[in-house]
């Protein structure tokens, strides 16, 4: 691709920033088949920043030796980590979506409201109106796959032998905190 093309690129995802940009519209706007743009974006190469694909989209990312230093913006900030109540709903929503509210309260057993706010306001989950239907579905976002480094829900952590939603939520928080040890 030709530089004027590939700056293109990283300004649109730049612009669009986490919420990334779907493959077919990127093609449109620069001009370029899916396979040309794949192509091009492999040959890119930056000492900080990285373009990756996740799902269908394209993201600007930065690279791991950008890591020490984001992790000490991240401890500097006030913002409050999930609480066991919000990863819980989470997990819920994750692996049984869409569901519902009351869906989410049969299985944990507790009013779920404050921890879906939570999700929702952090972008993790959004509620969608279904027609005929009186309760809003919440489903995870694209945030959710981007944030916990996913392609789809199908990598989200299973085991074949486990067969309750609260094995998986175990497996789920599992691995979740051994990937952040």
């Known amino acids: 691709m ?17 919420e990334g940009i779907e493959i077919d519209q990127l093609c449109e ?18 000492e900080i920043f990285e373009i990756q694909k996740l799902g269908a989209k394209y993201f600007l990312m930065t ?12 401890s500097s900030t006030n913002e409050k980590k999930l609480t066991q109540a919000s990863l819980e709903t989470l997990a819920i929503i994750a692996y049984n979506q869409p569901v519902t509210r009351q869906d989410i309260e049969v299985m ?43 392609n789809s829900l199908d990598d989200l952590p299973r085991d074949e032998q486990m067969s309750t939603d609260a094995s ?9 905190t051994e990937e952040d040890e």
Request: hydrophobic letters at 45%.
């Open 2 to 18: 030709a530089n004027d093309k590939l700056n293109i690129v990283l300004g649109l995802l730049y612009a669009v920033g986490d």
């Open 29 to 46: 706007i620069v001009e370029l088949t899916p396979s040309q743009l794949a192509d091009s974006i492999r040959e890119f190469d930056h």
């Open 63 to 74: 690279k791991e030796i950008l890591n020490p230093y984001l992790e000490a913006l991240v």
């Open 108 to 150: 944990r057993g507790v009013n779920s409201d404050g921890p879906v706010k939570t999700l929702i306001e952090r972008g993790l989950v959004v509620s969608k109106e279904v027609s005929g239907e009186r309760a809003k579905q919440l489903e995870t976002t694209e945030f959710f796959l981007m944030t916990f480094g996913l």
């Open 168 to 176: 998986e939520m175990e497996l789920f928080f599992k691995n979740l």
